[in-house]
């Protein structure tokens, strides 16, 4: 796994990425774009037209990631039981609460503890409290047709599992992943949870004041383990 930020060249915070997923670049040159443009367009004819599906695929989701603030975008694939591909996205946002975060996510937890069904789960983490919640919805089908046409797009079933945690001052941040293949959801639960608990406001490589180490955790901590699984 590698140790990522959310900007160069000090990141605001970090994390690990776990093994299949690749960041993807939300900011593209204009001299990228052309270029992927005239290499799609170079291929064959049914080579092709796949190529146009993924590329407008990808052209989505950099608009959309751009217009909803998102900070990092990773893109996820790893094989199923059957040895194809089962894709997912992962990314990190903040938000901004009207006071602050940690008692707005330490009042969400709270009205949600003891509730039955589906919901919010309070959880503990080395970098503070947070939370998770997730859902399966109903969302339009990557490559389909242009924006007037999407009345009539096929949709799909996917899993959506969000960890908040409190940040400084009033910013939550936001680490979400979204899946089609829903029936793999507890794996990807354990991902989205594994990746918070490596989640860190503090520059793992620089030393610890406490040991004189590095920003290693404490042998048998979650966070450890977590590294220990993932890493």
């Known amino acids: 796994m590698n140790t990522v930020?959310?900007?160069?060249?000090k990141p605001d915070y970090w994390y690990l990425i776990?093994?299949?997923?690749?960041?993807?670049?939300?900011?593209?040159?204009?001299?990228?774009?052309?270029?992927?443009?005239?290499r799609v367009r170079a291929l064959p004819g049914d080579r092709r037209d796949q190529a146009e599906r993924v590329l407008r695929f990808y052209a989505g989701i950099v608009t959309s990631m751009n217009a909803e603030g998102v900070l990092a975008c990773l893109f996820g694939m790893h094989p199923?039981?059957?040895?194809?591909p089962v894709f997912s996205v992962l990314t990190f946002s903040t938000v901004t609460t009207p006071g602050n975060a940690k008692l707005a996510v330490a009042g969400l937890a709270a009205a949600a503890e003891g509730a039955t069904g589906p919901?919010?789960?309070?959880?503990?983490?080395?970098?503070?409290?947070?939370y998770l919640s997730e859902e399966r919805r109903k969302m339009a089908?990557?490559?389909?047709?242009?924006?007037?046409?999407?009345?009539?797009?096929?949709?799909e079933e996917v899993w959506q599992g969000t960890v908040g945690i409190a940040g400084r001052g009033s910013e939550v941040i936001v680490i979400q992943m979204a899946t089609p293949a829903v029936e793999f959801e507890d794996t990807y639960?354990?991902?989205l949870?594994?990746?918070?608990h490596t989640?860190?406001?503090?520059?793992?490589?620089?030393p610890d004041e406490g040991s004189g180490q590095g920003g290693t955790s404490e042998p048998g901590s979650v966070a450890a383990e977590i590294r220990s699984d993932f890493g």
Do not use: C, W
């Open 5 to 9: 930020g959310t900007s160069e060249p």
């Open 18 to 38: 776990p093994h299949g997923y690749v960041p993807l670049d939300l900011d593209p040159p204009v001299e990228q774009i052309e270029a992927l443009i005239a």
């Open 80 to 84: 199923d039981e059957e040895g194809g």
């Open 119 to 130: 919901g919010v789960i309070p959880l503990e983490l080395p970098s503070g409290l947070g």
């Open 141 to 155: 089908a990557p490559g389909g047709q242009p924006a007037a046409d999407r009345a009539d797009l096929p949709m």
């Open 189 to 191: 639960r354990d991902i």
């Open 193 to 196: 949870l594994g990746i918070a």
């Open 199 to 206: 989640f860190s406001f503090t520059d793992p490589n620089e």
